[in-house]
């Protein structure tokens, strides 16, 4: 055969892999399983990481790794046809090995609010669930739009959010909380500093003087700072501290809109409270 046919037929042959509809699917995000149940292609699922645990079905495919890694080699014997990876949570040098051995890969790695809708279409055209992805994707983006106009016009009130306790950290205009917290008309008391997710002091807190406090929902987190030792802080003196669950907080997954919609509920009885 002629170096040129060779070629062509290559070229060929990873065309028709990046159109073909991928039914084996390796999934290297909690993120990306849920996406994949929402648009019905859960049951095509091989392997995942330690986390991936919504819907519940999902609790029971095969783990392959975590955040630490993954074994490459039971991902290759599985022999999927489609890797959906998570540029923000795996390892770069095994995203870069998979690429080098010619796996299909696709990066699911949603930045901002409206990149989920985006990933869910892209993930439906993958496998060939496009209209009830399409349908979902739709909705997704109907939701947030109007829990953004409906909270636009609603008096701010600022908030300081406990992403986690010991240390205590907290988020920044960048980070993906913030645009949830945006969303509801809420001004981060952190805002403008320079990591994403910044380490803070009690001491930082009681001069930000936050209105609200939302704490991610997690037994490490949530039991171990005593706020009211801080009865200068708004929040604790007018009791405006909630809980909120951090699955729907910090999974860009599709029920990323239930979390926004709680951020909101939580701002709003804290609007109430100081409108009294």
Not at 135 to 160: G, H, M, Q, S, Y
């Amino acid at each position: 055969m002629k170096p040129g046919f060779a070629i062509a037929g290559a070229l060929l042959l990873i065309s028709f892999q990046c159109l073909a509809k991928a039914d084996r699917i390796v999934a290297l995000s909690p993120h990306a399983v849920e996406m994949l149940y929402a648009i019905g292609a859960g049951d095509s699922i091989l392997a995942t990481t330690d986390h991936a645990d919504y819907p519940e079905p999902a609790k029971q495919i095969p783990r392959i790794g975590g955040f630490y890694g993954f074994s490459l080699e039971k991902l290759l014997a599985l022999k999927p046809d489609l890797v959906v990876v998570w540029g923000g949570g795996n390892r770069q040098q095994d995203i870069d090995k998979m690429r080098q051995l010619g796996l299909r890969l696709h990066d699911s790695t949603p930045k901002k609010l409206e990149d989920v809708a985006n990933e869910l279409r892209t993930l439906g055209k993958l496998t060939g669930h496009e209209a009830q992805a399409n349908k979902l994707a739709d909705e997704l983006e109907r939701k947030l739009a109007k829990l953004r106009a409906d909270n636009a016009i609603k008096p701010p009130v600022t908030v300081f959010y406990q992403m986690w306790s010991q240390p205590l950290m907290t988020v920044a205009n960048q980070s993906w909380i913030a645009q949830i917290i945006s969303a509801c008309n809420g001004a981060n008391v952190f805002a403008n500093t320079a990591s994403d997710y910044p380490q803070v002091s009690l001491e930082n807190v009681l001069i930000k003087a936050p209105q609200v406090i939302l704490q991610s929902e997690d037994s490490g987190n949530v039991q171990r700072v005593d706020w009211q030792q801080w009865p200068d802080i708004p929040a604790v003196a007018n009791n405006q501290i909630y809980p909120l669950n951090a699955d729907l907080l910090h999974r860009a997954g599709p029920r990323v809109i239930d979390g926004v919609a709680a951020t909101c509920d939580a701002l709003d009885k804290a609007r109430k409270a100081y409108r009294q």
